[in-house]
């Protein structure tokens, strides 16, 4: 989803080999999945986030009226 590495099937030694020296040979584009891999952990895995989820799935488990 937020295009910051390489999806390679399982076994595909070839295909990994292949997406290794693309990447070795593209600085930019490392750059590039590097800046969204960033982008996607603020966005999406910051802790306050994290928190509210956790949060909001044990006061479901409790039975507790959400705050």
């Known amino acids: 989803d937020h295009r910051c590495g390489v999806v390679v099937p399982n076994g595909a030694g070839d295909g990994l080999a292949r997406a290794i020296l693309s990447l070795a040979g593209n600085r930019q584009e490392r750059e590039a999945c590097?800046?969204?891999a960033r982008q996607a952990a603020v966005e999406c895995y910051d802790r306050s986030l994290a928190v509210s989820g956790y949060?909001?799935?044990?006061?479901?488990?409790?039975?507790?009226?959400?705050?």
């Open 34 to 36: 590097g800046e969204r």
């Open 55 to 67: 949060r909001k799935v044990l006061e479901a488990a409790a039975g507790a009226p959400p705050l």
